[in-house]
C-alpha cells in the first residue's frame, strides 16, 4: 500500500528564514510526486510534479526535489504570505493519489 | 480560462440525509476525481471518474456514489449522512488517467449535525 508522510507537522520561520519540508513516500512504482499548497478553508493549488530521482523543479521562492525515498520543498528567505499547508502526494501504477497529512508552515514578519 | 468550479459551498445536513455535490472540471479536462478532507487531515481519495464510468474506487462505503456527465461534470452523493461525515468535500479534475497533475476546486464545507 502507497504510503506517505510529511514533516515536520507545522513549522514557523523568521521572515526571511529559509528551511526544508520533507515527504517520505513508500510506492509500487513512482509515475509522480506532487506538491501542493492549501489556504485554510480552500481547495490545493498545484506547485510542481517530480517523476524521477535527481530532478529538480523551482518557482519564486520554492524549490522542489526528489529522491527515491523522499522530497524536499526547499523555501528560500520565505515571506509571510508563503504561510499555508503544504502537502505532497504521490501517484503509483495501478493506484491513485495519495496524499500526505501536509505541513503547516507559517512566516512571521 | 475557467478553473474548477464546485456547488454548494457551505452545506449543512442532518444525520441520515442525503446529499448531492457537484463539480464543473477545469476547462480541457475530462477526468475527475473526489476527495474527502477532514480537518487537519490530507484529502483522501474516493472515487475517480472517466467517460462516465467510475474508475478507481478508495476506501469507502457503498454510501458514497457518483456520477459523470457527457460535458464532463461530475456529482457526489452521500446516502445515511452520519457525523463523521462531516468534512470539505473538494473535487480535483484532469486530463486523462494517465498521471497528469491534479487541479482542486475550492471545496464543500459539509456539517453533519
Known amino acids: 500500500e502507497d504510503q506517505v508522510t510529511q514533516s515536520p507537522e507545522a513549522l514557523r520561520l523568521q521572515e526571511g528564514e529559509s528551511s526544508s519540508l520533507n515527504c517520505s513516500y513508500t510506492?509500487?512504482?513512482?509515475?509522480?510526486l506532487f506538491w501542493y499548497r492549501q489556504d485554510p478553508g480552500k481547495g490545493p493549488e498545484f506547485l510542481f510534479t517530480l517523476y524521477s530521482a535527481g530532478e529538480e523543479k523551482e518557482k519564486e521562492r520554492l524549490k522542489a526535489t526528489l529522491t527515491k525515498k523522499e522530497s524536499f520543498l526547499h523555501i528560500t528567505a520565505p515571506k509571510p504570505e508563503d504561510s499555508a499547508t503544504y502537502l505532497c502526494?504521490?501517484?503509483?501504477?495501478?493506484?491513485?493519489?495519495?496524499f500526505g497529512p501536509g505541513t503547516r508552515l507559517s512566516v512571521l514578519p | 480560462d475557467a478553473g474548477v468550479t464546485q456547488s454548494p459551498t457551505h452545506l449543512i445536513k442532518t444525520r441520515g440525509q442525503q446529499v448531492t455535490l457537484r463539480c464543473s472540471p477545469k476547462s480541457g479536462h475530462d477526468t475527475v476525481s473526489w476527495y474527502q478532507q477532514a480537518l487537519g487531515q490530507g484529502p483522501q481519495f474516493i472515487f475517480q471518474y472517466y467517460e462516465e464510468e467510475e474508475r478507481q474506487r478508495g476506501n469507502f462505503p457503498d454510501r458514497f456514489s457518483g456520477h459523470q456527465f457527457p460535458n464532463y461534470s461530475s456529482e457526489l452523493n452521500v446516502n445515511a449522512l452520519l457525523l463523521g461525515d462531516s468534512a470539505l468535500y473538494l473535487c480535483a479534475s484532469s486530463l486523462g488517467t494517465g498521471g497528469s497533475e491534479q487541479y482542486f476546486g475550492p471545496g464543500t464545507r459539509l456539517t453533519v449535525t
Open positions: 510506492v509500487s512504482g513512482l509515475r509522480g
Open positions: 502526494a504521490v501517484l503509483g501504477y495501478g493506484q491513485n493519489f495519495v
